[in-house]
T-cell receptor
């Protein structure tokens, strides 16, 4: 069964450093998403991406964040100048686009980011 | 007002019991609805979509009441493997909004 994959599974970084989280969405999917989940809290939407551009972003997704689809398979989230409060699990998701943004989304296993 | 509200629980039920979870949402224009399940420190996994007419998948039944902006999930004949956090998810058309989740523990 096709699945979303994410690397690394755990990233530890120093405050102020830049990190890139990587995702490989399901191959025929057209819509891509990033979410984060701070430990003990709910899953929060960050950004959606379609047709090589951001289609929606939340208040959390400020200038510190950027996304990119550098090739036909990878979808990345870059966090510049990390802060302690960026420590969270980051989930990538994708959907096939049959019904636009209302489709079922399939989630990757997540990258646990720890900022020290 | 929160986009999606759920009773966080925890619900502790014996094996074989029937348990129901409820969820309310604030955006009346919401278009799609889902229940996801999340095991500890894992990703959310789709349990089932929720359709206007209600739908059933084995031991799981989901109901949607658009007038009351209310979604429910019923689990019959609970199994130990049903222990997880159940996430109510609502999409008004542009993004998923997650509830905080309801924790279920099924006890032998």
């Amino acid at each position: 069964e096709p699945e979303v994959t994410q690397t690394p599974s755990h990233q530890v970084t120093q405050m102020g450093q830049e990190v890139i989280l990587r995702c490989v969405p399901i191959s025929n999917h057209l819509y891509f998403y990033w979410y984060r989940q701070i430990l003990g809290q709910k899953v929060e939407f960050l950004v959606s991406f379609y047709n090589n551009e951001i289609s929606e972003k939340s208040e959390i997704f400020d200038d510190q964040f950027s996304v990119e689809r550098p090739d036909g398979s990878n979808f990345t989230l870059k966090i510049r100048s990390t802060k302690l409060e960026d420590s969270a699990m980051y989930f990538c998701a994708s959907s096939d686009g049959t019904s636009g943004y209302t489709d079922t989304q399939y989630f990757g296993p997540g990258t646990r980011l720890t900022v020290l | 007002r929160k986009e999606v509200e759920q009773d966080p629980g925890p619900f502790n039920v014996p094996e074989g019991a029937t348990v129901a979870f409820n969820c309310t949402y604030s955006n009346s224009a919401s278009q799609s609805f889902f229940w996801y399940r999340q095991d500890c420190r894992k990703e959310p996994k789709l349990l089932m979509s929720v359709y206007s007419s209600g739908n059933e998948d084995g031991r799981f039944t989901a109901q949607l009441n658009r007038a009351s902006q209310y979604i429910s999930l019923l689990i019959r004949d609970s199994k130990l493997s049903d222990s997880a956090t159940y996430l109510c998810v609502v999409n008004p058309g542009n993004q998923f909004y997650f509830g905080t989740g309801t924790s279920l523990t099924v006890i032998p």
